[in-house]
């Protein structure tokens, strides 16, 4: 009886890990845009008194991992500046059906001159998915010179917790029944 019931125990194990298990698609790389702004408030040319950029066009630039084939960029409107306190959506972009996202969680300027003008934080990457969800880091630059902005982010390495779609049940099963096969051997 007591092999009968260790036999069926591995075989439960076993036939669990054959369910299928919806896994994470994690986001990964990096995109960047580019684009012209307006300087609201201060001095015009003279960005250590502006309070505000009004971003006018945007454009993708570099992309790589998940961002690859990234089109119709929607970038927020105002970015507050001296001090900088621009958190919340900051763009979204499409790629194939997917749309992702980046939300602002903190933000800090590391330079700050008439000429040039360097905000950096984290925030948050998604994809719709909140099992995708995934850190990140971000910075944005703005240039007196062609009053042009560049903008960068990348994911952070996503944490091995993503499931896996019930491999490790299926052996666990298996060396159940592979222990039980092997104490009816012995008893015999």
């Not at 069926?8 to 076993?14: E, I, Q, R, S």
């Not at 009053?147 to 499931?163: C, E, I, K, L």
């Amino acid at each position: 009886m007591k092999k009968k019931s260790m036999i069926m125990a591995g075989t439960v194990v076993a036939l669990m890990g054959c369910g299928s298990v919806a896994q994470a698609v994690p986001i990964t790389g990096s995109i960047g845009f580019t684009g012209t702004y307006t300087q609201n408030g201060g001095t015009l040319g003279n960005l250590t008194t502006a309070s505000t950029m009004t971003i006018n066009t945007i454009a993708v630039g570099t992309t790589s991992g998940s961002f690859v084939g990234a089109m119709d960029p929607i970038f927020a409107s105002t970015i507050s500046v001296n001090p900088a306190v621009g958190l919340g959506r900051l763009w979204s972009v499409m790629v194939g059906g997917t749309t992702y996202t980046f939300d602002s969680t903190s933000e800090s300027e590391n330079l700050d001159t008439p000429t040039g003008l360097h905000l950096l934080g984290t925030g948050t990457m998604a994809d719709g998915t909140p099992a995708d969800t995934v850190a990140g880091t971000w910075q944005l630059g703005f240039g007196v010179s062609g009053d042009s902005f560049q903008w960068q982010s990348t994911a952070a390495p996503n944490s091995p917790s993503v499931p896996d779609g019930g491999s490790t049940a299926l052996l666990l099963g298996a060396s159940i029944c592979g222990v039980g096969l092997l104490n009816r051997k012995v008893t015999a």
